[in-house]
């Protein structure tokens, strides 16, 4: 896996509550590029629980949904909008883990529409929530002409 640069940092208003590393209250998540997949790791705790020891669906799906975010971002070179979420919760997602993975890929583009697959695991790899995503995608002239600052591996 090759980690991807946040493209964002430094940049004046900068606050994601997912992958800002200076927002006081935010999870400081990193993305990585694994072939067709971008990758994220997060270590459930206590605080993001909705029944005892079971992480949120509403936390599930956030980072779900900034993960497939990130896809666009590095696959794409654009950024974009959710446009539509279907979360399938398959098995509760314990907060006593010592980490989850969250890993998401394009399935198929439709001019300015990308389908994404994402699925939150276990360490075993099982599944537990999975989803498909649509996300409406910036044409890149315009996200460019915009200051799109590109999305880039280390080392690239």
């Known amino acids: 896996m090759k980690k ?3 493209p964002w ?3 004046e208003g900068y606050n994601c509550f997912v992958c800002c590393p200076t927002n006081p209250i935010g999870l400081h998540l990193e993305f990585y590029e694994d072939g067709d997949y971008i990758v994220t790791k997060f270590k459930p705790t206590h605080d993001y629980e909705s029944w005892q020891n079971t992480l949120h ?8 949904d900034e993960t497939a ?15 539509k979420m279907n979360m399938e919760y398959l098995k509760p997602v314990s907060t006593l883990l010592d980490e989850i993975t969250i890993r998401a890929h394009i399935t198929k583009m439709m001019r300015n529409v990308a389908f994404i697959e994402a699925e939150l695991m276990d360490a075993d790899q099982t599944v537990l ?6 996300y409406f995608c910036t044409p890149k002239f315009r996200a460019d002409a915009e ?10």
């Open 4 to 6: 991807i640069i946040n």
């Open 57 to 64: 669906g509403g936390i599930q799906a956030l980072l779900i």
């Open 69 to 83: 975010g990130w896809v666009v971002c590095r696959k794409l070179q654009t950024n974009g909008v959710t446009s």
């Open 9 to 11: 940092i430094g940049t």
């Open 147 to 156: 200051g799109f600052p590109g999305c880039k591996i280390e080392g690239e």
């Open 129 to 134: 929530t999975r989803a498909e995503l649509i």
